[in-house]
């Protein structure tokens, strides 16, 4: 091994004093640089010091100068509110269609009884007394999820159940005479019978097999957009088919009887852990006297932020535990034809009062669930029907021979014993190897599917939807079409996603002018905006294509909430979104507080999204905002950074761009205890004169938006 001796070069005099020196300067310069740093450091605590001193000094007026905007607001829209609900009363009470008053047990009773006995009615009276039904029981439906009188929550269940299992039978005695009258209405094309009978929330198919083709495959009843595929040993067969598509969906609320969710746990928040940086700050808000309104309908997610918790806020209970409450929302001549599909009224009470009793069933990964499945576009009763006997004429006499009621056709077909050699007389009748039925839908155009539906079937037996038993599923996404194939004739479903456009890509709530605004939510899939102006909201999209009833239609925001979900439309929270969809955990008592200065504020000021919300911790937040008084959309530019905390809020330096979160205020800014005066530090004279001039009916429509979508915490 061979070693390399590398020879040290001696430092003369000169360069060693060279070397000297320059360490010296260089020592120089960092004791400069770290006097500076320590100088700015003093000098920036004692800014803030300043400013929070100035800002303890606001801070009875500015709360007391909130809290007076907000009872205002309150007390105004509570007897706007109150005014408006006795006028849709009278409005009600003045309608006289037929549907008798939901809370009226005996007007209820009155009309289940009398439309029980009503038979001799035409096929249009009878679908009109179907929809007076479907309109009494949703009023039934939300009175039960209501519950203001627990009392009475049972009758309302027990009348709504009445009502449904009567609905069901009049749909089956409307087929019934039809098909009774099938050979009076032959196709001279097809030699059968076919008929589309469509009313407002009924669509009606049925087919008769009158000429018994052998090679007859299905039909197409394009006017409805269903179609079915017949198997082949039924072409031959005494036999009828019904599709009935109801566009509301009666059967999951026996599903949620049967197997009700498990109650949630709800979590105690820890008591709040107090940072040195502003103990300092003292609440003054404890002797402000607040009104009780009603409850924030922000609820508290599980606890699964990753967000590093700041130090920057003190977590003493500040202004916005006793004000971010202070919102303004306040938010039998006919016998019914037995199908086995739908259960007695017995059996549905029995559902309903077990309901304690039941233990909960194993998870079956084929039930669907219906908390994160929601069925979209209605139910569908496919059914294969026992043709009924046809009224022979002769000499000018009719005879027809009397049935009692519709027979469901047995399929798939049971093969006897005796068919094949067994000698074992217990043995259980087999079921063929039969063909399997098929179904052609072209979705409804009142709706939206998001994604690729999911067909489910419904089991009577276990009362609910499953996804088994359900094969070649085949969906055309352009034509809006979608075609599966079944075991047998069975009642279907098709389901959504509940939370598929969650969570937010992002959100931006820009004003339009005095008491307008437009707010437009950024979803996972598809982006919603909905145009404010006064109580009234617009939805709009971006796609052409559905929703005819509902797109640049005004309306109040809930029923603007109710006809979205009804579509497919989901951006509104539950108490079950947070299970299912990633989240950005927020104190929801600051969350609520900041949505109702925003809408205060909204008439003269915009809010967006930040990125840096999610990285500022759970017990603060920050979001982007700026004055904007023309109707185009804000520049770029424009936007500043707020940060919100329970003591403080601010103007912050930073921006979208910067590479880390910091929680350093903007040049000149100062601190406040809400985020109103933060703004107007920045406002115009007319800005301001916009929010102080806001209607109650707007600031509350914005609020009751924000509070259900809860941007801050699902973007």
């Not at 010296?24 to 960092?30: F, H, I, M, P, T």
């Not at 997610?301 to 918790?309: A, I, M």
């Not at 306040?330 to 559902?351: E, F, G, H």
């Not at 999204?609 to 990285?615: L, Q, R």
Request: glycine residues 4%.
């Amino acid at each position: 091994m061979c070693w390399k001796h590398t020879k040290k070069v001696k430092m003369t005099k000169a360069e060693r004093l060279k070397k000297q020196q320059e360490e010296a300067e260089a020592a120089r310069l960092q004791a400069e640089k770290e006097e500076q740093e320590r100088l700015e450091r003093e000098r920036k605590l004692e800014e803030i010091q300043k400013l929070e001193e100035k800002a303890e000094q606001n801070r009875d007026l500015e709360l007391t100068e909130l809290r007076h905007l907000l009872e205002d607001n309150y007390s105004a829209i509570t007897k706007w509110k109150v005014g408006a609900a006795e006028k849709a009363e009278w409005e009600r009470y003045m309608l006289c269609d037929g549907v008798p008053d939901a809370k009226d047990q005996r007007a209820v009773n009155t009309f289940v009884t009398l439309w029980k006995d009503y038979s001799d009615s035409d096929i249009g009276e009878e679908l009109e007394l179907c929809n007076a039904a479907v309109k009494l029981i949703a009023a039934l439906d939300e009175l039960v999820k209501e519950g203001k009188d627990p009392e009475l929550v049972p009758k309302y269940c027990d009348a709504l159940m009445e009502v449904q299992e009567i609905l069901h039978a009049k749909h089956l005695f409307i087929a019934e005479k039809l098909l009774k009258g099938a050979s009076d209405n032959i196709d001279p094309d097809t030699r059968n019978m076919q008929t589309v009978s469509k009313h407002k929330n009924v669509t009606l198919c049925l087919w008769a097999n009158l000429f018994k083709n052998p090679s007859f495959t299905g039909f197409d009843f394009k006017e409805a957009g269903l179609s079915f595929k017949l198997p082949g040993e039924l072409a031959v067969s005494d036999i009828a088919v019904r599709i009935l598509h109801a566009h509301y969906d009666h059967l999951s609320i026996l599903s949620r009887l049967r197997h009700p969710p498990a109650k949630p746990i709800v979590e105690e928040i820890p008591p709040p852990f107090q940072e040195p940086e502003e103990t300092q700050a003292v609440d003054c808000t404890s002797e402000l006297p607040i009104p009780s309104p009603p409850p924030s309908p922000i609820s508290e997610p599980s606890r699964k932020s990753t967000s590093p918790p700041s130090s920057e806020e003190s977590m003493t209970p500040t202004q916005t535990e006793v004000l971010s409450g202070q919102s303004s929302s306040l938010v039998s001549c006919v016998t019914p034809i037995k199908d086995p599909s739908w259960p007695s009224l017995a059996q549905l009470n029995y559902l309903s009062s077990a309901v304690p009793e039941l233990e909960e069933p194993e998870n079956d990964p084929e039930v669907v669930n219906l908390v994160q499945y929601t069925t979209l576009g209605g139910v569908f009763y496919y059914d294969l029907l026992q043709l009924p006997p046809q009224p022979i004429r002769r000499k000018g006499y009719t005879i027809l021979q009397m049935v009692d009621g519709l027979k469901v056709f047995p399929y798939p077909i049971k093969r006897p014993n005796n068919e094949e050699s067994s000698d074992d007389p217990s043995e259980t009748p087999q079921i063929k190897a039969c063909s399997p039925v098929g179904v052609s839908i072209v979705l409804p155009e009142w709706v939206i599917f998001m994604e690729m539906p999911l067909v489910a079937r419904w089991n009577a037996e276990d009362a609910s939807w499953r996804k088994d038993g359900i094969t070649n599923v085949s969906y055309e996404e352009e034509e809006g079409k979608i075609s599966f194939e079944m075991e047998s004739f069975q009642i279907f479903a098709l389901m959504h996603n509940t939370f598929a456009n969650f969570p937010f890509r992002g959100w931006e709530l820009r004003p339009l002018g005095q008491n307008s605004a437009m707010f437009t939510v950024k979803g996972a899939l598809i982006e919603i905006s909905i145009t404010i102006k006064g109580s009234q909201c617009m939805l709009q999209l971006a796609q052409k294509r559905g929703l005819p009833d509902l797109v640049g239609k005004w309306m109040t925001a809930p029923a603007l909430q109710k006809a979205m979900l009804k579509a497919g439309l989901n951006i509104f929270v539950n108490e079950n979104t947070h299970k299912y969809v990633s989240v950005c955990t927020k104190n929801p008592l600051i969350e609520q507080f900041a949505y109702d200065q925003m809408a205060l504020s909204a008439s003269a000021c915009a809010f967006s999204w930040s990125k840096w919300n999610a990285t500022c911790g759970e017990e603060n937040l920050v979001l982007l905002g700026c004055e904007h008084l023309k109707v185009n959309l804000v520049p770029e530019d424009s936007w500043n950074t707020y940060f919100m905390g329970s003591q403080r809020s601010r103007q912050l330096e930073i921006t979208e761009k910067s590479e880390a979160f910091s929680t350093d205020h903007a040049a000149g800014s100062e601190f406040h205890s809400t985020l109103i005066h933060v703004l107007q530090d920045s406002m115009s004279p007319d800005g301001i004169d916009l929010v102080r001039k806001s209607h109650h009916c707007f600031i509350d429509t914005v609020q009751t938006l924000l509070s259900s979508t809860r941007p801050l915490v699902f973007s």
